[in-house]
């Protein structure tokens, strides 16, 4: 059975940092392209960034330069560092793994940038 579990998230105040984990079980992690999603209340989900199983990465233009993905392929496990934190970064933040017509999510961790 397929696993995504996502961690890290929390409440914290603009220009704070948080790091998401997302843990991955039952699938055989290298292969698989990760990303990171987001969806803010009365929005649609978002795509926030990608790592290739190649260790490419990219990013959407509003987090570019705060946010960092990457990867432990030992750990099955791929993170979103996030910094200089915004309001409009809240949101709840899901993780996905996709290889060809494969693809899983996580449950999602709730993220709150607030003074």
């Known amino acids: 059975q397929v696993q995504l579990v996502e961690s890290g998230g929390g409440e914290v105040q603009p220009g704070g940092s948080l790091r998401l984990s997302c843990a991955a079980s039952?699938?055989?992690?290298?292969?698989?392209?990760l990303r990171w999603y987001r969806q803010a209340p009365g929005k649609q989900r978002e795509w926030v960034a990608t790592i290739t199983s190649g260790g490419t990465t990219r990013y959407v233009v509003s987090v570019k330069g705060r946010f960092t993905i990457s990867r432990d392929n030992g750990k099955n496990t791929v993170y979103l560092q996030m910094n200089s934190l915004k309001p409009e970064d809240t949101a709840v933040y899901y993780c996905n793994a996709q290889l060809s017509t494969q693809e899983y999510w996580g449950r999602g961790t709730q993220v709150t940038v607030s003074s």
């Open positions: 039952g699938i055989i992690f290298s292969g698989y392209a």
